[in-house]
């Protein structure tokens, strides 16, 4: 049974590693801004909802996320392990994951840190935008997203570091050295 959160600021490489790692593991990838994206294509009441945040870099607010990630770690698949990655984005979501956990008698082993510098990671969102056509990762925006990142995100390194939970990696290597040190350590 494995169940990792990946932390890291948005371009870190955490949706790319916590997917080849769910399939070597055989797990669950669960990805808020994956499903964020879906429910905004399919117009759905909550893609309605978070699309403008959404638009502006923003974070989407909590009782929508928190009612979301709920359902999902309620679903059948998720009984056997799962990695998260988006989630949880500040404090408050971080205490929710925990009462959720605890309800369910459950924990997670590891936080995975991806540490990669503010200046490689905008030119890697510019990439991903030009390849991807994300309508979010503008300069602007790509500029407010690092910035609620540093704000709101990254006081959940101490928060996890303090538990002893926490496990960093250097992000800013190549996709397979960073896989082969996430193996390594997990
Ligand atoms: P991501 O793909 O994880 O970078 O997420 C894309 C966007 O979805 C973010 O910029 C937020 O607007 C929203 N989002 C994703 N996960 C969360 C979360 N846990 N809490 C609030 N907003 C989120």
């Not at 500040?90 to 995975?112: G, P, R, T």
């Not at 500029?143 to 496990?167: A, G, M, W």
Request: with cysteine.
């Amino acid at each position: 049974m494995t169940r990792l959160i990946f932390l890291g600021p948005p371009g870190a490489g955490k949706g790319t590693q916590a997917k080849i790692l769910a399939n070597s593991c055989g797990i669950p990838h669960i990805s808020t801004g994956d499903i964020l994206r879906q429910a905004r294509a399919q117009k759905t009441d909550l893609g309605l909802k978070a699309d403008a945040y959404m638009e502006r870099g923003e974070l989407v607010p909590d009782h929508l996320i928190l009612e979301m990630i709920h359902e999902r770690l309620s679903q059948a698949d998720a009984a056997n392990g799962w990695i998260l990655d988006g989630f949880p984005r500040n404090v408050a979501q971080a205490s929710f994951l925990d009462e959720l956990l605890n309800k369910a008698n459950q924990h997670y082993d590891q936080v995975i840190n991806l540490e990669v510098p503010d200046e490689i990671l905008v030119n890697r969102l510019l990439e991903r935008s030009t390849k991807e056509g994300r309508s979010d990762d503008t300069i602007d925006v790509i500029r407010r997203r690092l910035e609620v990142y540093h704000e709101q995100t990254s006081p959940l390194i101490d928060f996890y570091k303090n538990r002893n939970q926490l496990v960093s990696i250097n992000g800013d290597q190549s996709m397979e050295e960073v896989t082969a040190a996430l193996k390594a350590a997990i």
